[in-house]
């Protein structure tokens, strides 16, 4: 068994896929538009989906399942400030001085999600 998508629940599907369509450089499906109830941002095999489906109630609590994404083209503070240029907010910094560590960002619809440092910086 493989994961299809990962489905995230929001108010907007199409402008929360824009998002994360220029966080990951993956397209939003063409067979999605403004104002559809689900649409995709569509990953390169073998990896899953990401599936926005509109819901009526708006977020209440911290997720209890996100993604943790290592950045494969740039250092984890780089991919940090760029995600905050795309509308991404810090929640919380784990960087420690020594350079471990990781960042919580929230999406534009208040979704946790982590950024950690590349292989890379884990092998420097």
């Given at each position: 068994?493989?994961?299809?998508?990962?489905?995230?629940?929001?108010?907007?599907?199409?402008?929360?896929?824009?998002?994360?369509?220029?966080?990951?450089?993956?397209?939003?499906?063409?067979?999605?538009?403004?104002?559809?109830?689900?649409?995709?941002?569509?990953?390169?095999?073998?990896?899953?989906?990401?599936?926005?489906?509109?819901?009526?109630?708006?977020?209440?609590?911290k997720n209890?399942?996100?993604?943790?994404?290592?950045?494969?083209?740039?250092?984890?503070?780089?991919?940090?400030?760029?995600?905050?240029?795309l509308g991404?907010?810090?929640?919380?910094?784990?960087?420690?001085?020594?350079g471990p560590?990781?960042?919580?960002?929230?999406?534009?619809?208040?979704?946790?999600?982590?950024?950690?440092?590349?292989?890379?910086?884990?092998?420097?």
């Amino acid at each position: 068994m493989m994961p299809r998508h990962v489905t995230v629940d929001c108010a907007d599907p199409f402008e929360l896929a824009r998002f994360w369509s220029e966080a990951t450089g993956w397209p939003v499906s063409d067979e999605d538009q403004p104002g559809d109830d689900e649409v995709l941002v569509e990953a390169p095999a073998p990896l899953p989906g990401l599936l926005f489906i509109r819901v009526p109630e708006p977020k209440a609590v911290k997720n209890r399942v996100h993604l943790d994404w290592a950045p494969t083209e740039r250092t984890r503070d780089d991919e940090v400030a760029r995600l905050l240029g795309l509308g991404a907010t810090l929640h919380e910094d784990h960087r420690t001085p020594e350079g471990p560590g990781w960042v919580t960002l929230l999406d534009p619809e208040g979704n946790e999600f982590c950024i950690e440092r590349g292989a890379a910086e884990r092998a420097g």
